[in-house]
Every structure is written in structure tokens, then in C-alpha cells.
């Protein structure tokens, strides 16, 4: 992936969602969720609530206009191992995922769409 191409985008969707998310709740993060109950899904939180460590990777600092501060994007390395050569594109879809993802109460839930890029 060349250094210019985004490794995490938004769709207009995510971004007015998140900032709808970040008046009620503060500074946000992801983490690409990695399986178990809600397949991979791109879980939003209060910035910090999830706790990273030695084993995710920052794919990115995203910046959502209207907001102060970029939302984090976070994924376990072994993930990334098997999602690196991919952009993730962060949308939003109707229905409610089942997990504890901020957006679950609004009734939609973020999902990752994906497209190939070259190494």
C-alpha cells in the first residue's frame, strides 16, 4: 500500500454518526472486532475504554470534521496480518449489531466494507 492511501476511510454515513456518538459521549475509538459475537465488526467506543496493548496495531487517526480531536482505528496484529493488504471503509447500516458498540441504541451499526490494494 503506498504511504498516500488511506489504510481507514470514512463514508459520509460514519462521519455524521460519529458525530452525533461524540456529543454524547466524548473522544471515540474503534477496534476491529476480531470474531466471537459480532463476526469482525468495527466496534466504537469511548476513547480509551478499550484497552490496547502490545498486540493491536493503530491503522489510524481519523479525522472527522466538526470534531476536535481524530477517533482512533485499532486492530489486533494477528488481524492485520491476514487485512493488510486491504483499505477498510467504515459505513453504517440499518440494524442493531450485537455488541457494545455506541451506535447499537441508534438502531444501525457500523460495518467494515473492504477493497484490495496493492502492495
Not at 470514512?10 to 472486532?33: D, I, K, W
Request: proline share 5%.
Amino acid at each position: 500500500m503506498t504511504s498516500s492511501a488511506p489504510r481507514v476511510e470514512l463514508t459520509s454515513a460514519a462521519s455524521e454518526l460519529l458525530r452525533r456518538l461524540r456529543a454524547v459521549h466524548g473522544p471515540l475509538m474503534f477496534h476491529q472486532s476480531g470474531g466471537c459475537c459480532d463476526g469482525s465488526a468495527p466496534m466504537c467506543y469511548p476513547e480509551g475504554e478499550f484497552r490496547t496493548g502490545d498486540s493491536d496495531v493503530l491503522l489510524a487517526s481519523l479525522t472527522v470534521e466538526g470534531m476536535d480531536e481524530p477517533v482512533s482505528f485499532w486492530m489486533s496484529k494477528s488481524q492485520f496480518e491476514v487485512w493488510s493488504h486491504t483499505r477498510l471503509i467504515v459505513d453504517v447500516v440499518k440494524g442493531r449489531g450485537s455488541g457494545f458498540s455506541l451506535e447499537a441504541p441508534e438502531g444501525v451499526r457500523f460495518l467494515i466494507r473492504s477493497r484490495l490494494v496493492g502492495t
